[in-house]
């Protein structure tokens, strides 16, 4: 008993692999033909690195015992038939997991140690250090060994009353949010403080990846899971116990960490199986449930169909069990359509218009240059045709008319080595605004006005003050653009106009995506400026793991928006070079082609037939180049599924077109 999303998945797999094969394709008849320089060749790279290499993340967040891990389980790991992940009454999953799958990676159980917070490195830091994380191999054919291995995960420790301070688990300012303390005057804490599962299920392998993290602690304590982790996820799945709705703590985490709306929200009420009564009929359970759900969509703000109520306890088992009745009756279907229907084809319709912009730019861009080949092709058979009864003083006419015409053309080296130079003029002030030593300037002016200390009162607005600093280089850095491209579509007309080229330039980067991810980042990292997360703030360590990944998340942004300025200015430039070589050896081509039937008077029809050969040919490419590019757009415009609509989104239907 598939799931939907696990066909969806599937199909959207198959997809991804379909199109990545085309633009294979679409590269090897676009090199091949020489129709292509290496700045396009760049960007087809980049689409085809896309396409294989982007995951689709799927976060699970609840505090404890709310049976989430149970839920994935149910919608993922049926197939072994048993529970994969730990999935006991009370606590289990005591640290943040990703489920993933990389080929370059034994199947394995990684688990970083509590501990290393105190060394103030993020995660990403620590992710490329071997020596910070034990590993524990894993056989996937053995799923016995597999879920004991997994039961790693729930392990604690426990630690004085310091040390948990310490490690961002105790605080005497917030008494409720601490663990138990025991007899003996300590604390049990997580022994892990991150773990990551390598691990070949078939839905990782197609690029899916499964965020499970447990409890407000868990992601208060790592900043990583608010500033990087959960924003990036694809959709969010909050699990509530339908017998208790949303908790006290259930609201602080919706509040704290889930309630913008930067990612897709969907809500479980689990745990349905609890509110059966015997002393009550089925009808009064359901009102019951359709009671709770009403109620937790008006407390978290959200429409009722985004909350679902389900057991998936019952799910798993019906799964494992091959009871299709059970699994209707579980509802755990109605969470999967939701998630089918509405998270995969959003990831489609982005993946149609990069793979759609992509295919127009190179098309039109090889086509232009066959257009100009054709154009010298007709020129010269003009020529040749004209040639025909002359003497040989008239070939000795036409070669130096040739010659004339190439040092004429060579005068335009100079125009476009001045277009050049104020093209990389205005890319150095871009990149300027961009670079890493005016970021780590802008976050060092911040600290020193928020002064010694992370809990003085202006730390909020320093910070508030540093994002809309970055926003104005960002604006800088889109405006130098615009200047560049206007400056770029003159020179391009005007050389266009006089020596005949067929520049074209397409419109700069739109900076206004990485002005948004700016603007998550200080909604997310406000949080912890605010009283409620303060006190973290003081704990060893943590406040230099804060920074660290602070200035890391804008380095990412403020790189990719240099990155796609540099692409755009180097596809630019790029053309240049090209249409400079091919109309060099068009000159070439007719040099050799007169001192050849100068030579010999048998050549110049011989020759003729050449060129009309060559024409057709590239006659022929042209037809080829549509049709090879017709096929990626058919492939693309293919639906995960055909129930959804191809292009909602007008830009799709426009790139498409």
Request: glycine share 6%.
């Amino acid at each position: 008993m598939q799931s939907s999303i696990v066909k969806t998945i599937d199909d959207l797999a198959a997809w991804r692999a379909a199109l990545d094969r085309g633009a294979a394709g679409f590269a090897r008849f676009l090199n091949d033909h020489e129709l292509v320089d290496e700045p396009d060749l760049a960007v087809l790279a980049a689409l085809r690195e896309r396409l294989s290499g982007e995951k689709l993340v799927l976060a699970f967040v609840a505090e404890f015992s709310r049976g989430k891990s149970e839920l994935i389980n149910a919608i993922f790991f049926a197939d072994a038939g048993r529970r994969v992940l730990p999935a006991t009454p009370g606590r289990t999953t005591m640290c943040p997991v990703e489920l993933f799958f990389d080929a370059a990676l034994p199947p394995r159980l990684s688990l970083l140690p509590i501990e290393t917070r105190l060394r103030g490195l993020s995660l990403s830091e620590l992710r490329g250090s071997d020596e910070a994380w034990q590993r524990v191999p894993l056989d996937p054919k053995d799923p016995d060994a597999l879920a004991s291995a997994l039961e790693a995960v729930t392990r604690t420790r426990r630690v004085s009353v310091a040390d948990a301070t310490a490690l961002g688990f105790w605080s005497d300012e917030h008494p409720d949010e601490n663990p138990p303390l025991e007899a003996d005057g300590q604390v049990e804490v997580p022994a892990w403080r991150h773990a990551l599962i390598n691990y070949p299920h078939p839905l990782l392998q197609r690029g899916l990846v499964v965020l499970d993290t447990p409890g407000l602690n868990a992601i208060g304590a790592e900043p990583e899971l608010t500033l990087s982790l959960l924003p990036s996820a694809h959709a969010t799945v909050f699990v509530l116990a339908a017998d208790t709705g949303v908790t006290r703590s259930d609201l602080a985490i919706w509040r704290e960490h889930l309630g913008g709306d930067s990612v897709e929200r969907f809500v479980v009420l689990n745990k349905i199986d609890t509110l059966v009564d015997p002393l009550a009929s089925p009808a009064e359970v359901a009102v019951q449930i359709e009671r709770q759900r009403e109620l937790t969509a008006q407390t978290l703000a959200l429409p009722r169909s985004r909350v679902f109520p389900l057991s998936a306890r019952n799910a798993l088992a019906a799964r494992v069990g091959g009871d299709a009745a059970a699994l209707a009756a579980s509802r755990l279907p109605e969470l999967e359509n939701a998630l089918s229907a509405e998270l995969l084809p959003r990831q489609h319709e982005l993946l149609v218009l990069a793979a759609a912009s992509t295919v127009q730019r190179l098309r039109g861009a090889a086509g232009r240059r066959l257009a100009d080949r054709r154009r010298q092709q007709a020129e010269q058979l003009l020529e040749l045709r004209g040639l025909r009864g002359k003497s040989g003083a008239k070939l000795r006419l036409m070669l130096q008319r040739v010659d004339t015409e190439m040092h004429d053309f060579e005068r335009c080296t100079a125009r476009l080595s001045a277009v050049r130079s104020v093209q990389a003029r205005l890319l150095r002030d871009a990149l300027a605004c961009l670079s890493s030593d005016a970021l780590r300037a802008e976050v060092a002016a911040m600290q020193a006005a928020a002064g010694a200390g992370p809990l003085k009162l202006g730390a909020r607005q320093a910070f508030g003050t540093l994002c809309d600093r970055l926003r104005s280089a960002l604006t800088r850095a889109a405006g130098q653009a615009g200047e560049m491209g206007q400056m770029l579509d003159a020179s391009f007309l005007q050389l266009n106009s006089e020596f005949g080229f067929a520049f074209t330039l397409s419109l700069p980067p739109e900076l206004e995506r990485f002005t948004a991810e700016l603007d998550l980042i200080d909604r997310n990292y406000s949080r912890y400026l605010g009283l409620s997360q303060a006190w973290r703030m003081v704990t060893p360590g943590f406040a230099e793991q804060f920074r660290r990944m602070l200035l890391s998340k804008l380095r990412m942004v403020f790189e990719s928006a240099a990155g796609e300025l540099e692409m755009w200015s180097k596809v630019a430039s790029g053309q240049i070079d090209a249409q400079l070589r091919e109309r060099r050896r068009g000159f070439n081509r007719r040099r050799e082609a007169l001192e050849r039937i100068q030579a010999a008077a048998g050549e110049l029809e011989a020759r003729i037939a050449e060129v009309e050969a060559q024409d057709g040919h590239l006659l022929e490419l042209e037809r080829q180049l549509g049709r090879v590019a017709d096929e990626m757009l058919s492939v693309a415009r293919g639906g995960v599924d055909e129930r959804t609509q191809p292009f909602p989104d007008p830009r799709l239907r426009q790139a498409a077109a």
